[in-house]
């Protein structure tokens, strides 16, 4: 069964801490993307990537980075974590050309305290 | 900016029953729509999708109308059954950093009784 793993399923750190969330997929997908879920807003686009070492911006990226360095993996990195970044976080894949077909982790929920 | 939005946030249910979940968008270029489900504590799960040069498309128990006039999404389930219980999310193929990155709907709420 293909999947998208993300690392952890919770997390809780500290104000000012540097977070890293881990998502990895064994489909080959060439496209990697993370989304935070929010109740009330639904799902918003922090960074996508096409391809090794490439990244784009999506429609909230303030406060995040990425990292992809092998095909497979695609990190979310949190600078500095703040409160309003606690959230459910959202790693998903998709294939060329149809990068619409995602398929999504379980999700990690971070906690900022 | 472009908006994918949902009629009603919670949708109850008996079992048996049909549903129909509603979608409007408002992007009347998006070619590609499709339907998520998500169950508590997992990621969105593809259901089904359609392209918009077709306005009915159908699935196992779950069939998606396209009405382009009223840009206008349906999700109908038939017989929901209580593993239906979920959030079901609409997505159009949007243009937010690419013309491939779809633009999600905020959920609705599926509650099937027994």
């Known amino acids: 069964d293909v999947k998208v793993t993300q690392s952890s399923r919770y997390l809780v750190k500290r104000t000012g801490e540097k977070v890293f969330l881990e998502c990895v997929q064994d489909m080959d997908h060439e496209n990697m993307f993370w989304y935070r879920q929010d109740p009330g807003l639904g799902l918003r686009l922090i960074y996508f990537?096409?391809?090794?070492?490439?990244?784009e911006k999506g429609d909230i990226p303030e406060g995040y980075s990425v990292s992809r360095e092998k095909k497979e993996r695609f990190s979310l990195i949190l600078e500095s974590a703040s409160t309003n970044q606690t959230s459910m976080y959202l790693c998903a894949s998709s294939p060329r050309p149809r990068p619409v077909g995602y398929t999504f982790g379980s999700g990690t929920r971070l906690t900022v305290v | 900016g472009e908006s994918v939005g949902l009629h009603l946030p919670t949708l109850s249910v008996q079992e048996g029953d049909n549903s129909i979940i509603n979608c409007a968008y408002s992007?009347?270029?998006?070619?590609?729509f499709i339907w998520y489900k998500q169950e508590s504590g997992k990621g969105p799960q593809f259901i089904i999708d359609?392209?918009?040069?077709?306005d009915k498309r159908q699935g196992q128990r779950v069939t998606v109308l396209l009405n382009k006039t009223v840009k206008h999404l349906s999700l109908q389930i038939a017989a929901t059954q209580p593993g239906d219980s979920a959030v079901y999310f609409c997505?159009?193929?949007?243009?937010?950093?690419?013309?491939?990155?779809?633009?999600f709907g905020r959920g609705t709420s599926l509650i099937v009784h027994p």
């Open positions: 990537s096409y391809d090794v070492k490439m990244k």
């Open positions: 359609i392209r918009s040069n077709m």
């Open positions: 997505a159009e193929k949007g243009a937010s950093g690419g013309s491939y990155i779809p633009t």
């Open positions: 992007n009347s270029a998006s070619d590609y």
